[in-house]
């Protein structure tokens, strides 16, 4: 079983930057890694992912503020958030897709607000 544990999540003033941290348990191989979101009383949504190869696909409200990336030898997913707003006060979550497979992270609180 391979578990992930996100980190770097806090409180953050607007227009700061956090950097998450998702590393599985042990070494594993995936076709794609990505971060979702949850806000209260909304469904959980797509952030960003980063496939195998290095292809990467955002959220329009994020792009040009956040920047997903991996470290393939360490199974680890990072995601780097810049100018953040209120808007982006979240759980997020991290996910290693493995053929039909999906684990998924216990999911870190990011807060912005002033």
């Known amino acids: 079983q391979v578990q992930l544990v996100e980190s770097g999540g806090g409180l953050v003033q607007p227009g700061g930057s956090l950097r998450l941290s998702c590393a599985a348990s042990r070494s594993i191989s995936v076709n794609a890694m990505g971060w979702y979101r949850q806000a209260p009383g909304k469904q959980r949504e797509l952030v960003a992912t980063i496939t195998i190869g290095g292809s990467t696909n955002y959220a329009d409200s994020v792009k040009g503020r956040f920047t997903i990336s991996r470290d393939n030898a360490k199974s680890t997913v990072y995601l780097q958030m810049n100018s953040l707003k209120p808007e982006d006060t979240a759980v997020y979550y991290c996910?290693?897709?493995?053929?039909?497979?999906?684990?998924w992270g216990q999911g870190t609180q990011v807060t912005v607000s002033s």
């Open positions: 996910k290693f897709s493995r053929g039909w497979v999906d684990y």
